[in-house]
């Protein structure tokens, strides 16, 4: 896939987005907002904004007023749009329940590996010739990781930052079955919007890390889950994972640096 060229003349200086729920807009002051068309179809409004001096977007994967489903989100039109305003990293942020005990409603997590429980989602750019198997040994840019981490630590927040994170499909939460079977195969934390947003990222070359806030403990570990009790708790941890995102931001470098598979990923990635 060749990155469309000159398209976007006067985005060229958009290397980094954040990617997340709704209201991070309010990341930036005077934010400007535009509407891009794919091949996959036409994501949300995208935020353009600056934080410290660099153009950073802002994509709400849900759209503007919350209005898209996670099972429904265009993950391909999304990351692709981005993809075509010439981003190279992406900082996300999902909310998720915790399967691992350890965990707490409220805590930070990085993950640094993922299980793709997904069903009905389009999960690749190359359904085409050439045939194309892209490595996701290191399924998250190992660089924004540790950023991520580093950050988290240095704001004086506790982050985990090893995690395995299964992606259910959704919209419903899951079973306390579906859960303990979960947690038999290693997976921490749970959520529905993850994937395969990560794999499209690294489909285009483009670095990819998320950082999580548990909103709740997974099914069957507390007795019932409410979406008002994911909102309650998100709304209390947003502005932590806020300030981890601009001190973030504040700290990439805008040239990428080698030091990460993303960069050349489809290089090993055919057979010719
Ligand atoms: N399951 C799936 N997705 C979620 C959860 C959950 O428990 N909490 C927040 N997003």
């Not at 999304?78 to 305003?85: C, G, H, P, Q, R």
Request: aromatic share 8%.
């Amino acid at each position: 896939m060749k990155r469309p060229k000159n398209r976007l003349k006067n985005l060229e200086n958009i290397k980094i987005a954040i990617v997340g729920g709704t209201g991070f807009e309010k990341l930036f002051k005077n934010a400007k907002w535009l509407r891009l068309g794919t091949p996959y179809g036409i994501p949300p409004p995208i935020f353009i904004g600056r934080i410290k001096g660099k153009n950073v977007a802002f994509l709400p994967r849900h759209g503007l007023n919350h209005s898209v489903p996670p099972h429904r989100v265009n993950y391909k039109a999304n990351i692709y749009a981005l993809y075509e305003m010439g981003v190279e990293r992406i900082l996300a942020t999902n909310a998720v329940g915790a399967i691992n005990h350890d965990f707490k409603p409220g805590d930070i997590v990085v993950p640094h590996d993922f299980v793709d429980f997904t069903k009905l989602r389009s999960t690749t750019f190359y359904d085409d010739a050439p045939v194309t198997h892209i490595d996701v040994s290191q399924p998250y840019c190992p660089e924004v990781r540790k950023l991520l981490i580093e950050t988290a630590k240095k704001l004086g927040l506790h982050a985990w930052d090893r995690a395995v994170l299964v992606c259910t499909e959704g919209p419903r939460y899951e079973t306390p079955a579906e859960i303990e079977m979960f947690r038999r195969l290693g997976c921490d934390i749970v959520g529905m919007t993850g994937i395969p947003e990560a794999v499209l990222a690294r489909e285009l070359e483009m670095c990819y890390a998320t950082i999580c806030y548990v909103s709740n403990m997974a099914a069957g570990i507390q007795e019932r889950l409410t979406a008002f009790e994911v909102s309650k708790v998100s709304k209390r941890v947003l502005p932590k994972i806020e300030q981890v995102l601009i001190e973030t931001v504040k700290a990439l470098s805008l040239q990428r640096k080698g030091n990460c598979p993303c960069a050349s990923t489809l290089k090993d990635a055919r057979f010719k």
